[in-house]
């Protein structure tokens, strides 16, 4: 399941309403990291999708709009490859039991292996 929860982040949001009291400490770093790698991910691509709409309230001409949306969507790809290949292999780490840090999540929330 830990595995799973880089790909699929409302797992790891399951798992943080109802925790399971017989948990090690390693599954739950996992899922705190999964959850957090989700979360930010989910705000990083809501925010690709947002910028070319708000950018098209201030460009008025037609032409230049759909150049927008059409770097917007190759960007969007690039993005979404980039999120792909990422939870490809932090969830490859986690299913061979793997303690490691997602490099900007543990920037971002403050919570290393380390600290655990």
């Known amino acids: 399941m830990v595995a799973v929860a880089y790909f699929v982040w409302p797992l790891a949001l399951y798992e ?9 400490a390693w599954y739950r ?3 705190h ?3 957090w790698f989700g979360l930010i991910s989910g705000a990083l ?3 690709a999708l ?7 309230f201030v460009i008025s001409n037609v ?5 927008v949306y059409a770097i917007a969507l190759l960007l969007d790809g690039g ?6 290949v990422l939870a490809a292999r932090y969830s490859r780490r986690a299913a061979h039991g793997d ?9 971002l929330t403050g919570s290393t292996s380390r600290n655990r």
């Open 99 to 107: 303690l490691f840090d997602v490099p900007w999540v543990s920037r």
């Open 16 to 24: 943080r309403v109802a925790p399971r009291e017989e948990a090690s």
């Open 29 to 31: 770093f996992h899922m």
């Open 45 to 47: 691509a809501v925010a």
């Open 79 to 84: 993005l979404l490859t980039w999120w792909f």
């Open 63 to 67: 032409t230049i709009t759909i150049w």
């Open 50 to 56: 947002l910028w070319p709409l708000l950018a098209s």
């Open 33 to 35: 990291q999964a959850f």
